[in-house]
């Protein structure tokens, strides 16, 4: 972009997982050149993308919701605002967002970011909204910019892409689409890129992250395990992280990795969605409830501090009371340190949806607060546990009051502890004081080392 290039604001907004976090970045990023900086305020944007997340109804209407203030907004500017719909609903139910919402110029999949520019101009010409939600066969990470924008301490990468698991309740196989896992050169140069900007942790994103079989240099395919070992070599990476994993998909060496590399942070997300072996069957999951425990003891036996999460449904079709006790029992056994629990939702095209045995909302309700207070137990209890430990963190930034900072610790949780501003992006002690149900409190352990030394040399 030149000086005399028009300056223009650009609104996104982001629902539903961290892959559409990255993805919403991937955005700005591609739209910087057409000279489009971000904002916060709705009434100075020229463009306003929401994208957005497909996965329960809640999300999708919410999306609805929004576009109806964003009519008014863009009547307020003369019409003068770009509004395109990203994301899931947009892969999903591009003829129905037109249909509903005609003052949508632009419906585009995720698989097609990197045409916005394109999509951009036409829609300038165009009478009706502009609409591009096939798979296309083309690779669009090679058609992304990189990533320029200056990054945090923490950053995203995504490896792996959809979903070829096809659980009966999920809509992620029709909207993102078959598994693809990019090259290991593609990471690895990416993966140094953000740590080059500054980015000291990474967290590996994938719909199916451990299904990641990206070909590797010899021109065959690697693990995921042997991914992680190759990016912990890269000078300054000081922390690795992976999201999202299916339990089918845990092979020997990723659960080998949790031992060593170091730099694979002590903390899975590993849903399970069920504890009874009926319902994990009828989602077609291909693992039994003990299947789940025995891959847990094998990464425990790996990483003996490991912390997991998971995620969890209630009342998916022909769940019944006995069902329900094997999840609470499943989740009592395990121990999360940390979990997302979900109430069951019909999504339409999936098999779940027709599936007899559709459960009562009202025993839906009843059953997803037991495991949510279960689950909310647990993590305090976890979070309770760490007082009097000394723990790693990682220094994101300022906290909320004056002279404070915050971090995360190995196990993710957030901390706070007093600071100087200079430690942000190093690795430091910190004695953890007190747990509370969501954050961490400590103080500062000296010694701290200067900044100078912990930054990567590039
Ligand atoms: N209803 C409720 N929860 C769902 N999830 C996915 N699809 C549905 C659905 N139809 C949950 C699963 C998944 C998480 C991302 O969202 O637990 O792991
Ligand atoms: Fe959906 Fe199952 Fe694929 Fe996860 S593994 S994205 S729940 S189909």
Redesign the pocket.
Known sequence: MTDATPRKRLLIRTWG?QMNVYDSARMADVLAPLGYAPTEQVEEADMVILNTCH??EKATEKVFSDLGRLREAKRQRGGEMVIAVAGCVAQAEGAEITARAPWVDIVLGPQSYHRLPEMVARASRAAGAVIETDFPAEDKFDHLPETAAPQGVTAFLTVQEGCDKFCS???VPYTRGAEYSRPVAAVVAEAQRLVALGARELTLLGQNVNAWHGEGPDGRAWTLGRLVRRLAEIPGLARIRYT?SHPRDMDDDLVAAHGDPPALMPFLHL?V?SGSDRILKAMNRGHTADDYRRLVDRLRAARPDLALST???AGHPGESDADHAATLALIRDTGFAQA?S??????PG?P?ATMAGQVDEAVKDARLAEIQALLRDQQTAFNRSRAGMVAEVLVTGPGRHPGQMAGRTPWLNPVHFDGPESLAGQVVPVKITAGHPNSLSGVLVAPVHAPARERPAA
């Open positions: 997982c996965i329960r309740f999920c809509v999202t849903p969605q995620d969890i449904i997302f979900f109430k069951y939702s019909a999504r999936t779940a």
